[in-house]
Structure formats: structure tokens, C-alpha cells
């Protein structure tokens, strides 16, 4: 889960000097740019001296080794060699030296596709896509309702072989998806195979602003006043589908609920944190525990959901799931079913630097309002139950357990 806050980002970190492949120095701009943004970051002060000694011992080290490397490179290496490439490896090796898989390094594009995508708002055609490994084929699955796609005419099941008259059949789906977005009020031409009536369809779609659903909801059993509600991750305009799918809900007659968690991988911890506000009477939602044993905690007030609460979650159910149903069962609102959480107890901030790239870095555990980190352990169901890929066992057993109350 991504705590994501570029206010926090309020020194400039120098940029590094225009050079020729590997000028010498640019590992030193490297680590001093990761070095003071990781301390701006976390609230950290390092003086300038300090800085600057850690960082030429550095490089010092590194750097005639990185030049003897680019020298055995250009001498002997068959093919050529894209500098930015070699450059870009460099940093991500940097991170990936940690040995921890959530901290990264992102190239300027990488950074603005990641910024796109957990905002969970953009300019295209509003379409969930997926590609075929094997046989390169993309394929619409879901058209968000009265989204552009929607719209115009394009239907779930759909086959994409050209977006404005060039074949895609074999092109990687990120390359597809780039070329379907673009600013609002342009036009895209897609040609799909449509599955259902046997044909080839031209679709002229009129980009526009969307906002992808991560909610969905629905009175699952009206007699009994139950809701539902699924989340699917935790973007940034989740706490407003939230919001918006309780009110729905609460207007039908709802008195008990069911948040369905499953397969969600996470997302913003400040988004979970205010949508746990909305449902929890006043305490300490999670807290956090960086290295200096620094402690930050989230909290809710007063005002409450006042109904009995189950959450469904599964092994996929991760990071601010997990913050989602530990504060749950530590307040002893509801009832968690289903199976064992994946068992992710750690913060991430992503942190730009200012060529346009940026690092994602692992600074905190989190803890659940009792005092546990689930890191590596997860969240135990109050009601174990596995899936068995016929019905719905999980969601099942979730009603019942709401109706014996």
C-alpha cells in the first residue's frame, strides 16, 4: 500500500548536470537525490556536510568501477547500447539491491502511467482490457457503464485488431492502451472483432474523462436488509464510490452489511483510512513505525456506521485490505469470513525527483489497532471458509452469519 504525498516533498532536490553517456559524477546526483529525498520524506534532517560525506565515499567506490564497466561494455558487447537504457538500469539496480520487491525505481514514464493509474482517473475510452499471453489477443471485458466505449457502441466480449486503422493484433497490450488514450474530446476509431454476431465493427469513440469504478454495491437480500458492497482496490476516488454506494444502500432500507474485500490488492493507506472513518466509532484506526521508532497514527471520530458488519476476504486480500479488516476485527464491529489475508504489514511513499522519475520506498510498518504487524502472517478470518470455484460458499456463509444476528 502506497502512502502517496508529494506535498511532503518540500525541498528541491538538485538536478543532476547535463553529460555524455556516463559523465563522471552521476552517481553521485543519484544518491544524493535519494538520500535527501527519503529524508525530506520521512521527517528526517540530515545537515549538508553529512550529505555530501556519505555520498562521495560513495561514489569514490563506485564510480571507477561503473567507468571500467562502461569501458568493458563499449569495447566488447555485440550490440548497441542505448545510454538512457544502461542509465535507467543503474537506478533500478540501486533498488532492487535492497532485496525488498516494493521498492522501485520508476523512469519518468513508468512514474506518470503509476500517477494515471492509482488515481483512478484519466482521459480515454473507459474500458477494462486483457491480453491473451499466448496469443497476443486484447480483448474488452468490461465497458464501464455510460463511459465513452460504453457510449459509442463497444461491447464487453469485443476484439481489438485495429485502433485508427493500425493493426494491433500482435502489439503489447501497454502500447495498445497508450494509443486509446488521449485528450478529452478527441476521437479514436477502433476496429474489433465482435464475437457475438461473427463480424468486424468500426467504433469511433470520443475520448473523455473517467473515473474507474472500484466500488459496486447492491441490496443482496432485501428481506433481511442486507447490502452489499464490493471494493475492488483503494484508488484516490474510492472514499467518494464509497460514499456514494453507502448512501445508495442506506436509502434502500439497509441495516446490516457486507464489504467484500476479496482479491483486493490494496492501494492509497490514505484512502482506506478514510473510508474506515465513515464505519468506526472513535479510536485509532492503524498506525505506522518508521526505523527511528517514529510512530504516526490514523484515527476516527465519533460518528459511526451503526449495523452489523461482515467482511469476505481471501489470499489475495493485501495491504490496505488488510488494514481494512484488522481494524474491523480489533474494534469488534464485524465479523471477518473467508481465509487467511496475504499478510502485507509495510508502508510504501513514492518520493519524484526532478528529471520526472521517482522511487518508491518501503518506510514503515504498519500496525492494527491492537498492536499487531501481519507482515508475513495476515489476517485471520473470525470464520475460516474456502472457496470450492461452484457457488458463492464465502458470500454464502457471510449472509448467514448476518442473519443469525
Known amino acids: 500500500?502506497?502512502?502517496?504525498?508529494?506535498?511532503?516533498?518540500?525541498?528541491?532536490i538538485e538536478k543532476k548536470k547535463t553529460k555524455t553517456k556516463f559523465v563522471p559524477g552521476f552517481l553521485l546526483g543519484m544518491f544524493a537525490m535519494l538520500v535527501l529525498g527519503v529524508a525530506v520524506g520521512v521527517g528526517?534532517?540530515?545537515?549538508?556536510?553529512?550529505?555530501?560525506?556519505?555520498?562521495?565515499y560513495a561514489v569514490d567506490k563506485a564510480e571507477s568501477k561503473i567507468k571500467s564497466l562502461e569501458a568493458l561494455i563499449n569495447l566488447k558487447y555485440l550490440k548497441n547500447v542505448d545510454q538512457e537504457d544502461l542509465e535507467n538500469g543503474?537506478?533500478?539496480?540501486?533498488?532492487?539491491?535492497?532485496?525488498?520487491?516494493?521498492?522501485?525505481?520508476?523512469?519518468?514514464?513508468?512514474?506518470?502511467?503509476?500517477?494515471?493509474?492509482?488515481?483512478?482517473?484519466?482521459?480515454g475510452i473507459g474500458a477494462y482490457v486483457s491480453q491473451n499471453t499466448e496469443t497476443k489477443i486484447i480483448t474488452i471485458t468490461k465497458a464501464f457503464k455510460n463511459g465513452p466505449a460504453d457510449k459509442a457502441g463497444v461491447k464487453d466480449g469485443d476484439v481489438i485488431t485495429k485502433v485508427d486503422g493500425k493493426d494491433v493484433s500482435s502489439e503489447d497490450v501497454d502500447k495498445v492502451v497508450s494509443m486509446m488514450k488521449g485528450d478529452k474530446g478527441t476521437k479514436v476509431k477502433l476496429t474489433v472483432y465482435r464475437q457475438s454476431v461473427k463480424k468486424y465493427v468500426d467504433v469511433t469513440i470520443t475520448r473523455g474523462e473517467v473515473k474507474v469504478p472500484t466500488v459496486a454495491h447492491k441490496m443482496l437480500d432485501k428481506k433481511n436488509k442486507i447490502g452489499y458492497i464490493q471494493i475492488s482496490e483503494f484508488?484516490?476516488?474510492?472514499?467518494?464510490?464509497?460514499?456514494?454506494?453507502?448512501?445508495?444502500?442506506?436509502?434502500?432500507?439497509m441495516k446490516k452489511v457486507i464489504f467484500d474485500l476479496r482479491n483486493n490488492p490494496g492501494g492509497s493507506y490514505e484512502g482506506v483510512c478514510k473510508i474506515l472513518d465513515e464505519i468506526l466509532p472513535e479510536g485509532t484506526i492503524v498506525y505506522t513505525k518508521d526505523k527511528y521508532g517514529n510512530e504516526e497514527k490514523q484515527t476516527s471520530d465519533a460518528k459511526c456506521l451503526d449495523m452489523q458488519i461482515v467482511v469476505l476476504q481471501n489470499k489475495n486480500s493485501a495491504s490496505a485490505s488488510e488494514i481494512f479488516a484488522g481494524a474491523i476485527q480489533d474494534f469488534g464491529v464485524g465479523t471477518i469470513v473467508g481465509t487467511q489475508s496475504f499478510g502485507k504489514g509495510i508502508v510504501q511513499q513514492i518520493i519524484p525527483l526532478t528529471d520526472g522519475s521517482a522511487v518508491k520506498i518501503t518506510i514503515e510498518d504498519y500496525y492494527t489497532p491492537s498492536g499487531k504487524n501481519i507482515h508475513g502472517k495476515g489476517i485471520t478470518p473470525d470464520v475460516k471458509i474456502e472457496a470450492n470455484g461452484k457457488t458463492d460458499v464465502q458470500l454464502n456463509k457471510a449472509l448467514e452469519v448476518l442473519k443469525k444476528k
Open 1 to 12: 500500500m502506497e502512502k502517496i504525498n508529494v506535498k511532503k516533498i518540500n525541498k528541491k
Open 44 to 56: 528526517l534532517h540530515f545537515s549538508q556536510d553529512s550529505v555530501k560525506t556519505d555520498a562521495t
Open 235 to 253: 484508488d484516490t476516488v474510492t472514499a467518494d464510490q464509497f460514499l456514494s454506494a453507502l448512501s445508495s444502500l442506506k436509502k434502500q432500507g
Open 90 to 123: 543503474l537506478y533500478k539496480g540501486l533498488l532492487e539491491g535492497l532485496g525488498d520487491p516494493y521498492s522501485v525505481y520508476y523512469t519518468k514514464e513508468e512514474y506518470t502511467k503509476l500517477m494515471e493509474s492509482t488515481s483512478g482517473e484519466y482521459c
